[in-house]
């Protein structure tokens, strides 16, 4: 069973707008999330991350946002360039594992249009 | 600049071939991943290893195993490799805490 979910397979947005990706998880146990960016036949890199002790983590055009009672959290992009264009990925880390392991969603394709 | 380097980008094997695919970190790092990605159904954990000799499964272990004989080297075995073994394989390792994955550069991986 999925536990990080991505229900939005794609995504287009015109260039200089907001982007909203969306990403829940039915795990309260988790404790830590990232959102890492992918480009074809590339590794993922790393955007940006929070702690399930916050509700808002920002890093110049991205914030990430979380609400646990919805088991929901959201990555926003302003303003969103062509250059994001890119599969996004949110994951949670499976801490009561007792290891560092994280579980991904299925990932998000997001177009920017110029 | 710290890395993870995987050894090839491209690999085409033949059905029934044992393959093998190299992850190297210069980072130091104890805890290392293997991941296949898939359309649709994102990055899906295969193997991991906390430690050196030490390995545990993931989600999808069959046909798969792994080997962790030096700590900054984590290599993926498809011991018999088949059709459905096509994929991207991504590498990923950590320090552990709050920190995340750097991932490697993938290995686009085709079984004919």
């Known amino acids: 069973d999925q536990q990080v979910k991505q229900n939005s397979p794609s995504l287009s947005v015109q260039e200089g707008r907001i982007s909203i990706l969306n990403c829940d998880y039915t795990?309260?146990?988790?404790?830590?999330f990232l959102w890492y960016k992918k480009y074809p036949a590339e590794g993922p890199t790393f955007l940006i991350s929070?702690?399930?002790?916050?509700d808002k983590n920002e890093d110049g055009r991205f914030t990430v946002f979380l609400n646990k009672s919805a088991k929901h959290l959201s990555l926003h992009i302003v303003p969103s360039q062509p250059g994001d264009s890119a599969v996004y990925f949110c994951?949670?880390?499976?801490?009561?594992?007792?290891?560092?392991?994280?579980?991904f969603g299925t990932g998000t394709r997001l177009k920017v249009l110029a | 600049d710290v890395k993870v380097t995987q050894s090839s980008r491209y690999l085409v094997k033949r059905t029934g071939e044992k393959v093998f695919l190299e992850c190297v970190q210069d980072m130091d790092h104890e805890n290392m991943f293997w991941y296949r990605q898939d359309p649709g159904l994102g990055l899906r954990l295969i193997y991991f290893s906390y430690d050196v000799k030490m390995k545990e499964k993931g989600d999808i272990p069959e046909g798969y195993s792994v080997s962790r004989e030096k700590k900054e080297r984590f290599s993926l075995i498809l011991e018999s490799a088949s059709t459905n073994q096509t994929s991207m394989y991504l590498c990923?390792?950590?320090?552990?805490?709050?920190?995340?994955?750097?991932f490697g550069s993938g290995t686009r991986l085709t079984v004919v």
């Open positions: 990923a390792s950590t320090r552990g805490g709050s920190y995340g994955y750097t």
């Open positions: 795990n309260s146990m988790f404790d830590y």
């Open positions: 929070i702690s399930s002790i916050k």
């Open positions: 994951a949670a880390r499976d801490s009561p594992s007792g290891t560092y392991k994280y579980i």
